[in-house]
């Protein structure tokens, strides 16, 4: 079920920061690294994840998977630069029902997967300035179009237990903050570096489809290694 959002405060960001790029040079950056989702004890209340361990077995911690982006970065001024970027997560994470099997002793398997792409508005605020070592932190919005899947085998408890055959799928954007902060070394036209990046947010699922869970928890770190080249 797709929802709209009304993204006001990614709209003011961007009115704010896309105006003035006289200072330094822009960039186009290339960001490749992994993302590890919030834990267990952290996730927001209701997480279809977390309630699906009660009767699933699987580890939260295989929906750590690549993150991959990319972004405009341009300068305000030599100690303050802005950035407006697109991302992409994906994983798919093998389950059986961890109390009961098939007549036959096979296991009874599924798929959860969680696809997410961000959209984030960033500032950040470069110390040193200019210098040959440029570290920064920085903050902002995003808003994040995900869409979670649970396929395979499920039992029917009010049937005899009858194990079938199903697709539940929800979808639907939602936005939260974003906090960034890196090291960036520049050579001539090109830059390369690090950078973390963290993001909280929770989607709401659509209680008609049939989740254990009105929210799945879309928060965590991302860990990336950054290319830059200057324009």
Known sequence: MRRL???????LVIGLVAPATGYAQQSFNLSLGGFVPRGEEARASGDVLVNNLDFLTFNLKDFSTGAYGAEWEFPLNDFVHAGLGVGLTTRSVPSVYSDYIEDDRSEI??????R?????ATVRFLPLGQSAVQPYIGAGIGIFSWRYSEVGEFIDFGNQGEVFRETYT???ATSGPVIVGGLAIPLGSWSFGGEIKYQSARGELDEAVGFLGNTVD???FTYSAVFKVKF
């Not at 997410?116 to 984030?120: A, D, G, L, Y």
Request: proline share 8%.
């Open 5 to 11: 959002l009304k993204p006001s405060t990614l709209a």
């Open 109 to 114: 398997e599924q798929d959860l997967k969680l």
């Open 218 to 220: 879309l928060g965590g």
């Open 170 to 172: 929800d979808s639907g």
């Open 116 to 120: 997410v792409v961000p959209f984030t």
